[in-house]
């Protein structure tokens, strides 16, 4: 491929994958508007049509409950194509949307957006529009700070596998064990038609997502209630990690408005996290890791979201050389980093999404912080085979991380995006 090439077939997956003011990942496979894809998509617009950046979140936005949450998905047109739809969540919202949210990236790259326009002298034309997101972001965070930390602890607690995003990592399997699933009842999947199985969580993992999303359901998708009943209560350290870093921008944000007030009260949630986060070092492994809250028990799985404590902007040096240490032990072994799971483990598996494949939007932050925290080498390591990934095969959702083989849908916009945030050296 000539050096333009990639550049050209990312722009097109864009476009070709925007619902007029959205952006489906893929249309088959996931055919609506997803949270955290489309916080990343918009860093992949802004490279070519900044107008349209700002509206991919605008949009996404424009699904916020009262109470400040902000659904995974935005169902802005029915597709039979994907299951489970509107009618299993049963939220009663309109826009029509699910009842569980997604890591906390737009604040993230509503920054990197608002950058990018003053760099370029256009500042002034989207203040306003910044103005106006500013408060929406606000309470979303603050919806994290009560629904997601019910007990305060600093952390992300995430309520359902797909709130983390990392559907099928080994690290829900035994905080899923509890999950009754007995009453689940018949359903048909529609992911595995569109994809070979082999790359899919499997049935207990789905009867286990059904049964929580029917628990969230049975509430009323109360938060609250959800909060202090769910049967599935994990302190995700990707999550965790994701928004100690969304909170930082805020802040930044807060004060690039003048808002003094709101950049105090962000300021107090980066300081609960920056106490808390440390319940997250696991001693056994050296590294960081969800915890249940439950049980108290650490996953002691090493993935690639155990990478993002440089990306959150944490820094010490005993824990940063353990990470150091498990990133060389990994990068040792696979020709492309980072598995989504530490390919010592013996659940390793190449294919099957969380359990093994490169994920671009993840080796994204894990490069950013990488370089952010003073570690050229090891961020270029992770940016080079990203990219290379993309350059051998095109823009599949994941990544064997052994041979480089794409995994799960083609064609799929937050890669795209990330090729085209991160091919130009930014
Ligand atoms: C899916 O359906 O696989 C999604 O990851 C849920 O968000």
Excluded at 110 to 139: D, I, Q
Aim: proline share 6%.
């Amino acid at each position: 491929m000539s050096p333009n090439e990639p550049d050209a077939a990312a722009r097109a997956i864009l476009k070709a994958n925007d619902r007029g003011g959205y952006t489906v990942p893929n249309g088959r496979v996931y055919p609506f508007q997803w949270n955290w894809d489309s916080a990343f998509v918009a860093l992949g617009f802004d490279r070519f049509d900044r107008e349209r950046a700002w509206t991919e979140i605008e949009t996404l936005l424009r699904a916020q409950w009262d109470d400040g949450f902000l659904p995974h998905i935005v169902f802005w047109k029915d597709d039979p194509g994907y299951f489970p739809g509107p009618s299993v969540w049963g939220t009663g919202k309109q826009p029509v949307t699910s009842g569980i949210t997604q890591p906390p990236v737009a604040a993230t790259s509503v920054r990197k957006l608002w950058e990018s326009a003053k760099a370029t002298g256009e500042g002034e034309r989207y203040r306003a529009r910044l103005e106006a997101l500013f408060p929406k972001l606000l309470a979303w965070h603050r919806w994290f700070a009560t629904c997601r930390d019910f007990e305060q602890r600093g952390l992300v607690v995430a309520m359902h596998p797909w709130e983390t995003g990392r559907d099928n990592s080994p690290e829900w399997d035994v905080p899923g064990e509890p999950i009754d699933v007995s009453k689940v009842g018949d359903y048909v999947r529609r992911d595995t038609s569109h994809l070979d199985s082999k790359m899919r969580p499997t049935k207990l993992e789905y009867d286990r997502y059904l049964a929580l999303v029917q628990f969230g359901r049975s509430t009323g998708w109360d938060h609250a209630r959800i909060a202090a009943e769910n049967p599935f209560r994990v302190a995700d350290v990707g999550m965790s990690m994701i928004l100690l870093r969304a909170n930082r921008d805020l802040a930044a944000l807060a004060n690039e408005l003048g808002k003094c007030d709101e950049a105090g009260e962000v300021r107090g949630w980066i300081d609960r996290a920056e106490r808390g986060i440390g319940w997250l070092w696991d001693e056994d492994v050296n590294a960081w890791c969800s915890r249940d809250t439950l049980t108290g028990r650490s996953s002691g799985f090493v993935t690639s979201a155990s990478f993002l404590s440089f990306y959150a902007g944490l820094s010490g040096p005993r824990r940063d050389a353990a990470m150091r240490a498990h990133f060389d032990r990994i990068a040792g072994m696979v020709e492309f980093v980072m598995p989504s799971l530490d390919p010592a483990d013996p659940g390793f598996q190449m294919i099957r999404y969380w359990r093994g494949p490169v994920w671009a939007v993840v080796n994204y932050m894990i490069g950013t912080g990488l370089a952010e925290m003073g570690d050229p080498d090891r961020a270029n390591r992770v940016r080079e085979d990203t990219l290379e990934l993309m350059r051998r095969n095109g823009f599949y959702e994941a990544y064997s991380p052994i041979d480089g083989t794409g995994s799960g849908g083609d064609d799929f916009s937050w890669t795209a995006a990330i090729w085209l945030a991160w091919a130009d050296g930014d």
